[in-house]
């Protein structure tokens, strides 16, 4: 016997090139741990934060109803707004979306919540791991002047390990979902003990971001 073909759709990549976007959904994902090691051998653990873009210009057809609605490119990074040898990346998407650079002491009190609504650039590749491939945001840019960027169609949105209910939590992608219940502050919060809000002073800023 014949094992069955799969039939699923195979998943339109958002093309490569660059695409006007707009930041739409900040997740808080919480500390997790990295590939990388500390000096001790031990595994590195950062906070990560999930950002998420429309691309506009870039419509599809999506749903039983065929809905035309904008591809969404993601990007995961440290949160940190460290500016050193190796800017880090949240920084930089910072820069691309207010259209100017922060000074040091306005990096660190900045709230990346004012960053949603706002447009910027987006380089996207495409690259293969484990056999598939994937669509990368791999640059940000300011929107060059006199572009048009067109009207935001998705609401504004921010998920939080530290205070989004858990039920709606349980409800994300799989793949998100366990991202975030890996997190201390997730399992801080589900044992009981009160988690505070992490402040960008001090989160761990010295590693290089992915």
Not at 9 to 14: A, D, G, H, P, W
Not at 86 to 102: D, K, N, Y
């Amino acid at each position: 016997m014949k094992a069955p073909k799969n039939e699923t759709k195979e998943r339109e990549l958002v093309p490569v090139g660059n695409h006007v976007a707009r930041l739409y959904n900040i997740m808080y994902l919480g500390t997790l741990e990295t590939p990388y090691l500390n000096d001790d051998g031990t595994k590195k653990e950062q906070y990560k934060v999930r950002l998420t873009f429309e691309l506009p210009n870039e419509l599809r057809e999506f749903g039983e109803d065929k809905k035309e609605l904008p591809m969404v490119i993601s990007k995961e990074c440290t949160f940190s707004m460290y500016k050193g040898t190796h800017t880090a990346i949240l920084r930089t998407i910072a820069h691309a979306l207010i259209g100017e650079s922060l000074k040091d002491e306005e990096a660190e009190s900045f709230d990346i919540d004012e960053l949603l609504g706002k447009a910027c650039m987006v380089e996207v590749s495409h690259e293969e791991y484990d056999g598939n491939t994937y669509a990368k945001a791999v640059g940000f840019g300011s929107i060059p002047k006199g572009m048009t960027v067109p009207a935001q169609v998705n609401d504004n949105h921010v998920v939080s390990v530290h205070d989004s209910k858990i039920e709606d939590i349980e409800k994300l992608p799989e793949f998100l979902k366990k991202k975030i219940t890996a997190s201390k502050e997730y399992k801080a919060r589900v044992g009981g003990t009160p988690v505070a809000e992490v402040k960008k002073e001090e989160v761990d800023s010295t590693s290089i971001p992915f």
